[in-house]
């Protein structure tokens, strides 16, 4: 056994670590974000044969929209709604 118990867990959750969990639920698999320091979940669904990244990705920017943060992108601010607009992407 562990020096550190059973669970083998060795450390506290860090703020701003973000667990993903996938689950097929039939002909959908369901990827969920969850923050560790706070436990908010957020979770999207597609379809089985979906890219496991892209569902994470997803699962992920929605986090951090529901907590109020904005998700890091790694290009240019696509299908942003610019400020006081309303509902919808700008395409």
């Known amino acids: 056994m562990p020096p550190d118990g059973p669970s083998g867990r060795t450390r506290a959750p860090v703020a701003g670590e973000i667990y993903v969990e996938f689950l097929r ?7 969920t974000a969850i923050d560790a320091a706070s436990g908010a979940e957020a979770f999207v669904t597609g379809p089985v044969g979906a890219f496991q990244g892209d569902l994470q990705k997803l699962a992920v920017a929605k ?8 998700p890091s992108s790694d290009g240019p601010d696509q299908n942003k709604t610019p400020p006081g607009q309303g509902r919808g992407i700008v395409v």
């Open 25 to 31: 639920q039939g002909n959908t698999l369901r990827a």
């Open 63 to 70: 986090l951090m929209r529901l907590m109020g943060r904005e």
